[in-house]
């Protein structure tokens, strides 16, 4: 008789393994008067960074100062928070609920997406609310005004209801995701009519563009689980745009990046700061440092990281910090993952 053998895996091995990779979180409210640390350590999988200052951000939190450390594979990142009143984060289920929220939903047991009140009453989860059921309509076009009536209004004559959406401009371009459902009881778009829909829409807009010869694209996609966070998939429209190709390129820091801070101590110097950017190449290294000052403002951290992220750079080490109205974002150690530069 011939016996066959294979390899044993311990059942009980199962949960350890899980637990090597789920992320820890601790809220620290006792180190700091005047804000919340939120500290996270974690298995330095691709985009892990992304969706921490997503999630923080999608919570209505404030990120005063941030400190991005990772090595050998693992990363630890600590974030000064306070809600959007100035207050410190003190609900309970605030951890369990960022822990959840950063393991991959495909682990076994993971559970249902969770849900979590902000201070400002909207309620978020992990990938922000639920348009799964919806058709989205994304474009990318010449900015200008009526843009956005003319295209709600070919949705609204053809039964079209908006359930929610988006839309940024920058440098004369425009992008928006636009979350569509059916008018008669909000049901789901069918394939054909998601392809009709968007010819209509594209008419509408090739109309003009083709006066002016400006470039423009319209996609209308059907209703898809885990689709990609809104803010973020306008990040990735405007990059494929290349809307940065249309303005001035910034001014590069050519000071101490602190001596700077003190001199916009008053809210009226930070209106007249711009946008500066040093890249400093350490080739024979494999990495750079950028530095980055402009006018504080919400959501910075995350266009940052998003900015970096669309151009296929990985950050490894970073601080970010304000004084006063000015933001100071110091990358120190940025690589590529698409080869250099």
Excluded at 225 to 230: A, K, L, M, S, Y
Excluded at 295 to 315: E, G, H, I, K, S
Aim: hydrophobic share 35%; aromatic share 6%; glycine share 8%.
């Amino acid at each position: 008789m011939k016996y066959v053998s294979g390899p044993y895996f311990e059942p009980d091995f199962d949960p350890l393994l899980d637990r090597f990779g789920t992320p820890g979180v601790v809220v620290d409210n006792e180190t700091r008067e005047d804000c919340t640390l939120v500290k996270v350590d974690s298995v330095n999988r691709d985009g892990v960074l992304l969706e921490m200052v997503q999630l923080l951000t999608d919570l209505d939190l404030v990120i005063s100062k941030s400190y991005i450390s990772s090595d050998g594979g693992w990363l630890m990142d600590v974030f000064h928070v306070t809600d959007q009143i100035g207050r410190k984060l003190t609900d309970p289920s605030l951890p369990e609920f960022i822990q959840r929220a950063l393991v991959p939903t495909h682990r076994p047991g993971n559970g249902p997406s969770p849900r979590f009140t902000t201070c400002l009453g909207n309620v978020v989860g992990p990938g922000g609310p639920d348009v799964s059921g919806c058709a989205a309509l994304e474009f990318t076009v010449h900015d200008r005004p009526g843009l956005l009536s003319s295209i709600t209004s070919v949705l609204a004559d053809n039964g079209c209801h908006v359930a929610s959406g988006q839309a940024w401009t920058h440098n004369g371009r425009a992008a928006g995701v636009l979350y569509v459902t059916d008018t008669a009881g909000g049901a789901a778009l069918l394939p054909g009519r998601c392809a009709r829909i968007e010819r209509l829409v594209n008419a509408v807009v090739d109309a003009r563009e083709n006066v002016t010869g400006e470039r423009h694209w319209v996609r209308v996609s059907e209703p898809a689980q885990g689709r990609v966070h809104t803010e973020r998939r306008l990040h990735q429209l405007m990059h494929d745009d290349r809307d940065y190709e249309s303005g001035p390129a910034p001014t590069p820091v050519d000071e101490d990046l602190f001596s700077v801070g003190e001199k916009a101590a008053t809210a009226r110097t930070a209106r007249r700061a711009v946008t500066r950017v040093s890249i400093d190449s350490w080739e024979e290294r494999g990495y750079a440092v950028v530095k980055m000052t402009s006018r504080d403002r919400p959501r910075l951290l995350f266009d940052t990281v998003c900015a970096l992220t669309d151009m296929q750079y990985v950050v490894f080490h970073a601080t970010v910090g304000s004084q006063g109205p000015l933001a100071i974002q110091v990358v120190s150690q940025l690589l590529s993952v698409r080869g250099w530069p």
